[in-house]
Structure formats: structure tokens, C-alpha cells
């Protein structure tokens, strides 16, 4: 009698756990996201409450009425350390890269528009496009799209995990670089781009052969952003994420961004997935304003990338630039011999 009783316990345990666990696939695949439809922006706030937060990003930046701010220099820490495995996934979203570094050597910055004392540590990329060039980018210039952007997450050290830093003051903050097309091809993406036909479905995942430090993805130019407060442009939508805007745009021609759009071939979740700007409120946007180079030499330019500095100096391009380039390169000359 004993035993039978003990029996039919343990059935009613198995059937309220297989419950549980049904009810929680179908609260997942409820909560789930995309950018169309049912699943789309509008509607992320019905499941994800913090979505419908006064401080959300993405944002239209307008020029007019940025804040000029001194910001203190950024530093970067390993940002040319080559990284022992990168690997790039599909996650249903969009095209995520994890980097893996000797212990000690992973990319790090501070200073800037972050939390004064705490370093920030680089925990992965991931990118936003459009179906065409005139969308596709998450913030906007002048109510101006670029046709894809680069958001590099950091998290605050001061917490243990990414998770624990999430909603909290400066726990996060996301560097975002936006893209323009260019003539030619951006030999650092050549790989990247090329594997995207190969995790085209949600899930898959794959490492990357040529290991490229985290430097080469980004902008040539590291000093010259935008900064707010805001959120992450995905559900949870949590805030109080520090958004670091470089103004220099990463160039990639139409070939290579046609290889993330032919991802959306197999998944519509990622057609377009970028979130529409939202509302400023009482927020203030601020533009870096450097330090004059001839007052402080060699520091005041610390993070420009001077390979792609010199790449693009070669190119020439602009009167301004060939004097910004005349000037970077008479500092590295200076500091050189
Ligand atoms: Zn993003």
C-alpha cells in the first residue's frame, strides 16, 4: 500500500515537472522577439516590461543639439592582442563574436564617458543591417541610416558576470560603430563576411581561421563619438547603458554587405534587424571634443588605430583628412626615431 502510494507520488512529481517544463517552452517561445509583425518593436513591450522604459535606445542623434564635453582620454587595454579562438554564431537575432584570450590579455577600456576608476571588459560584437543602404543602422545622424552598425559590448569589471551588470549604473556599455560603403573591400571583414553563409540558421556556430585582434573590426578613429544613456536595443531592453557613438564610420563595400543580407534569406527574424529610433526625453547627447593635438602631442591621439590611419591616409581623401593625417602622422614620425 506503502509502495503504491510512494508509486503514484512519484507519477504526480513526473507529470507536474513534464507541466513545468511545457509551460516554460511556452513561455519562452511567448517571449521571443523579432522586428515584424506580432513578434515586432511595438510589441516588445507586452512581454518585456522595460521596453517601454523613458531612456531606451536606439536614438536619432541630432547634430544640432549635441553638448560639446571634454571627456577624459579613453584608454584601451589588448585591443591589438591576438585572440586565441574567435568564434561567430548565429543566435536568431543577429551575427554575434566571442573572443578568446589568454587569461590576463583580454580587451579592456576606461576613461572616456565611463564610470571614473572601473575598467570595462570587451564580452562580444554583433551587428545590425538592412535589406537595403538606405536602412539598417539602430541610431541615426541627422535622422541618417547607415546601412549597418557594430555594437561591441563591454561590461564593467566592478560586477561578476554580464547579467549581474545589466540595468545597473555603468555596469554596461556598448561601443557602437556604424558602416558606409566603400569601393572596396574591407580586407578585415573578407573572412567574417564570407563565413556568414554558413551559419545561416539560428544556433549555428562556427570558429573563425584567421585570428584577427579586436582593433581590426573596429574604426580607424577611436576618439571622435557621441555619448548617452540608454538601453540595450533588445529585449530585456535593460537601462543605464553607457553608449560610446564613434562618428568615423568602418567602410565595407556592397559585396561584403550583400553576405549579411542574404542571411535573411533563411530567417526572416533577421530581415532588418534593427530597432526604430525612441524617444529622447529630457536626455542630453554629448560630443567628445578631443584635446587640441599641438597642446598635448603624441597622448592626445592615443587611440587611433595607426595601421588604418595610414591605410586611409594613403587613400587620401578630403582636404581636412589629409591635414588630420599630416598631423597624425607627424606625431607617430616624432615619437618614432
Ligand atoms: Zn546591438
Redo the contacts with the bound molecule.
Sequence with gaps: MWSLTFGGIKQIAFCATVTFILNRVVVVSAQDFGYEGQHGPQHWAEDFKRCSGKFQSPINIDELSVVEKEFPDLEYNNIDVIPKRVHMGNNGH?VVVKMKFEKGREPSMMGGPLERKSQYQFEQF???WGQNDTVGS?DLVNNHAYPA?L?V?MRSLDFKDFQSALGQDHGVA?L?FFFSIDEEDNPNYEEFVKSLSIISGKGMWITLQNLLPLSKFLSWDLVSYYSYVGS???PPCAEKVVWIDFQIAIPISEKQINHFRELTLHDYHLRNNFRPPQPINDRIIYENVPRKFVQLGYSAIPFVNADNAAEKCSKGGGIVLILVCYVINSLFTCTKF
Design positions: 543577429t554583433h551587428f545590425h539602430e552598425e555594437h559590448v556598448v557602437a540595450l536595443t533588445t
